[in-house]
C-alpha cells in the first residue's frame, strides 16, 4: 500500500501504469473485490456528479438564501462573451459552482474529498471533457487518480476544514484535480504529483470560515477558485514547471499548518468572513440569533 | 514517522454519494447514528444527543441533528429521507434531545448519543473525521476505536484467560478472517469489550456460537 506521492509515483513508474491504475489495483487487494466491482462502483460516482452539474447548470438554492444561481450567470455570461480568462476554465469554474449549489440545497452530491469541496474535481472533470475527449473508462480513471492524491493527504495530513482549516478541504481537492487533470491530459506520474504541489502551495493558508457554519458563504467560490488554481497547475506542470517543494513535504507544511490554525479558522463560524459584520447580519437572519461568542 | 492509515479506500476520498451540505456535519454524523442504531439492534424510543466543538457551533446549519437522527431511523447518507428525519422519528414516537456542550473535546466534530427504550439503553461517543468517515470512540464506558465500515462484531465479556481464545477459534472454525481486533476493560477482572473488525458479514449462527462460549456475556454485530 503507498504510503505517500514518492511511492505513489514510483509504483507507477516501476509498473510502467497509470496512477488510477496504481489505485485501482490497491483496492482491489484491499477490499477484496474484482475490477469490475471497484470500477463500477466508480461508474455510480460519476454518474451522480454528472447529474449534480446538470442541476445545478439549470439553477438552485440554498434553504438560507445564501447561494444559488451563480452557475446559471456564469453560462449565460459565456454564451454571449469570450470569457477574458478563456472558456474551459469558466467552464470549470461554471460546474465547480454547480455542484456546490446543488450540495448547499441538500442535494445529493458525491463528496471528493469532503462536500464542501465536492465541486473542484467534477466541475475540471466535465469542463477539460469537452476539449480532451476522453472516453468514459478516462473519465472514471480521472476519478481513481484525483482519489489517489487525496488517499495520501488523508492519510498524512487531514481532509477535513474543522481539523486544517480550508486548505485541507478544498485545498487537498484542487490538488487531487491538477493531478488528474495531467494524467488525462497525457502527462507522466511525475508531473501529476507536481501539479498537486503546485496547486496545494498556493492554497497554504487558506482558513475555513463559512458564514453562520453553512458550506455556502466563502465555500461555493472557494471552489471555483481550487478549479481555476486546479487547470492552472496542470498546465504548468505539462509545461515541465516543477515544484522546488516536493509534494509530499508540501502536504506535510500543509498539516503542519493545519495544526497550529486557531479553532476560530477551524469551521467554527467564530473568525474570518464569519466575523465580518455582514456576516454576522446574514447569520442573524438565518437562525433569529447570532452564534458570536462574547 | 508513519501514521497510522486512518483512511483505507479510494471511496473514503471519492464518496459517499451523500445529501449535503457537509461530509463531516452531514454525512459523518449519520454514519454515528447508524452505528447506534446497529448496535442497539432496533430503534430507540429516546435519544440524547450531546454536541461538542464545531458540531455543537454549526449543527442547525449542516442539519447534524436530522443526519444523526436519520441514522437511528438506519437511513444511509444518501437516503432523501434524512431531511424528513427528526419529524419521522417522533411520529414513531422517539423522543429526542439536543444538548449543546461547552467542554472541550480531543476531536472538533464529537458527539455523545444515549438512546435507549425499556429494554436497555446504550451510550456512544462518535467523532466525524472528515469526508464522511466516523469512528466510534467509546461504548458504553469502554474505549474503542471503530470505523463502522466493516462488519464487525462486538463482545461483551468477563475479563479472564481463554475468552479471547475460544472467540477466535469459533470464528477460525468458520474460515471467516479478523481484519482487526481490539480488547479494552474498565478495570483488571471485570467486564471487558472485544471488538474484531471482520471481511464478511457474519451469519447469525455464528454469533448464537459465540454468545454460548466460555466467558461471553453479551454479543452484538454491526453490517457493512
Do not use: W
Amino acid at each position: 500500500m503507498f504510503r505517500n506521492v514518492a511511492e505513489l509515483v514510483e509504483l507507477a513508474e516501476s509498473e510502467n501504469i497509470q496512477i488510477s491504475e496504481v489505485m485501482i489495483r490497491q483496492e482491489m487487494e484491499v477490499k477484496q473485490l474484482t475490477r469490475e466491482q471497484v470500477v463500477g462502483q466508480m461508474e455510480k460516482n460519476l454518474d451522480v456528479m454528472e447529474k449534480a452539474i446538470e442541476d445545478g447548470l439549470k439553477g438552485v438554492q440554498s434553504h438560507s438564501g445564501l447561494t444559488g444561481g451563480d452557475a446559471v450567470l456564469i453560462q449565460n455570461y459565456m454564451k454571449n462573451h469570450t470569457p477574458l480568462s478563456g472558456h474551459l476554465l469558466m467552464d470549470a469554474v461554471s460546474k465547480a459552482v454547480a455542484t456546490n449549489e446543488v450540495n448547499a440545497a441538500m442535494g445529493t452530491i458525491c463528496a471528493t474529498p469532503t462536500a464542501g469541496s465536492a465541486g473542484c474535481v467534477p466541475g475540471t472533470l466535465f469542463a477539460v471533457k469537452n476539449q480532451l475527449n476522453p472516453t468514459r473508462e478516462q473519465m472514471v480513471n480521472y476519478l481513481f487518480t484525483s482519489g489517489a492524491f487525496g488517499f495520501v493527504v488523508a492519510n498524512n495530513a487531514s481532509i477535513s476544514g474543522a481539523a486544517g482549516g480550508c486548505q485541507a478541504e478544498v485545498g487537498s481537492a484542487a490538488g487531487m484535480a491538477s493531478a488528474a487533470i495531467v494524467e488525462m491530459a497525457g502527462g507522466t506520474p511525475s508531473q501529476s504529483a507536481q501539479a498537486m504541489a503546485i496547486t496545494l502551495k498556493n492554497m497554504l493558508g487558506l482558513i475555513c470560515d463559512p458564514v453562520a457554519g453553512l458550506v455556502e458563504v466563502p465555500c461555493v467560490k472557494r471552489n471555483a477558485m481550487g478549479a481555476s488554481n486546479a487547470i492552472t497547475a496542470a498546465d504548468m506542470a505539462l509545461a515541465g514547471v516543477t515544484s522546488r517543494i516536493p509534494c509530499d513535504e508540501v502536504i506535510d507544511a500543509m498539516y503542519k499548518v493545519g495544526q497550529r490554525m486557531p479553532s476560530a479558522f477551524r469551521e467554527t463560524a467564530q473568525g474570518g468572513l464569519a466575523a465580518t459584520p455582514t456576516g454576522r447580519e446574514l447569520e442573524a437572519k438565518v437562525y433569529g440569533i447570532s452564534l458570536e461568542k462574547e | 514517522m508513519v501514521k497510522e492509515m486512518k483512511y483505507r479506500s479510494v471511496f473514503d476520498i471519492i464518496g459517499p454519494v451523500m445529501i449535503g451540505p457537509s461530509s463531516s456535519h452531514t454525512a459523518g454524523a449519520a454514519r454515528i447514528g447508524r452505528a447506534a442504531r446497529h448496535l442497539f439492534g432496533r430503534e430507540p424510543k429516546y435519544a440524547h444527543v450531546h454536541l461538542y466543538g464545531s458540531f455543537a457551533k454549526t449543527y442547525k446549519g449542516h442539519g447534524t441533528d436530522v443526519a444523526i437522527i436519520g441514522g437511528l431511523l438506519d437511513y444511509e447518507t444518501d437516503d432523501t429521507r434524512i431531511s424528513g428525519a427528526l419529524k419521522t422519528a417522533r411520529a414513531n414516537g422517539m423522543k429526542v434531545r439536543f444538548h449543546e456542550e461547552d467542554a472541550v473535546t480531543d476531536h472538533p466534530n464529537t458527539a455523545r448519543l444515549k438512546i435507549g427504550d425499556d429494554d436497555g439503553e446504550l451510550e456512544l461517543v462518535g467523532i466525524s473525521i472528515g469526508g464522511g468517515k466516523a469512528e466510534i470512540t467509546e461504548l458504553n464506558g469502554f474505549e474503542l476505536n471503530l470505523s463502522g465500515e466493516h462488519p464487525a462484531i462486538l463482545l461483551i465479556h468477563n475479563d479472564r484467560f481463554g475468552a479471547i481464545a475460544s472467540s477466535t477459534t469459533i470464528l477460525a472454525k468458520h474460515e471467516i478472517n479478523i481484519g482487526r481486533m481490539e480488547v479494552s476493560r474498565k478495570a483488571q477482572g471485570e467486564q471487558a469489550l472485544m471488538v474484531i473488525e471482520v471481511d464478511q458479514n457474519i451469519e447469525d449462527s455464528v454469533l448464537n456460537e459465540l454468545e454460548r462460549a466460555d466467558h461471553i456475556i453479551q454479543v452484538a454485530k454491526i453490517s457493512d
